[in-house]
């Protein structure tokens, strides 16, 4: 179940390494991949599909905000994901989930809230008063 890629693609663009320790924000776009400390919050930029995944040696102490988020680490902080958020059997977080759809192993942990949030779905075009919208128009 979570041998597969970090996200959708598997792409890692940004390595944090378990070696490396960051004291302030990470701000990316694409994937990263953390095995290292980040002492502060993550977050994508841009409207990009985005991937975190937190290795088993990895810590975030200030949240996490991408499409997709993976945890088999420590994050002390909220996880927002508009799309899918796993989490590993080392999985620990100390916040509140919210995720578009949530996968979870036996053995993570979650100290906080888990809420689903769900994209606006489009309007369908054949609905019966964009179809009266279009006639008084034409």
């Known amino acids: 179940m979570f041998n597969r890629d ?4 598997g792409r890692v663009d940004m390595l944090i390494s378990a070696a490396a320790k960051i004291h ?3 701000e990316f776009s694409g994937g990263l991949h953390i095995e290292g ?5 993550v977050r994508a930029c841009g409207a990009a599909e985005s991937t975190v995944s937190v290795g088993a040696g990895g810590v ?6 991408a499409t ?7 994050v002390r902080g909220d996880v927002q994901a508009t799309g899918k958020v796993a989490l590993g ?3 620990r977080v100390l916040g509140n989930v919210q995720y578009g759809t949530i996968e979870s192993a036996a053995g993570a ?11 606006p779905a489009p309007e369908p075009a054949d609905r ?9 128009k034409g």
């Not at 400390?37 to 919050?41: D, S």
């Not at 997709?68 to 420590?74: A, D, E, F, L």
């Not at 942990?109 to 994209?119: D, E, M, P």
């Open 37 to 41: 400390h980040v002492f502060g919050a």
């Open 68 to 74: 997709h988020v993976v945890v088999n680490g420590i």
């Open 89 to 91: 059997p080392n999985a």
């Open 6 to 9: 970090s996200g959708p693609s």
């Open 24 to 26: 302030g924000d990470v």
């Open 128 to 136: 019966p008063a964009a179809r009266a919208e279009q006639g008084a």
């Open 109 to 119: 942990q979650i100290t906080g809230t888990l809420t689903q949030v769900k994209a």
């Open 60 to 65: 975030i102490e200030q949240g996490v905000t």
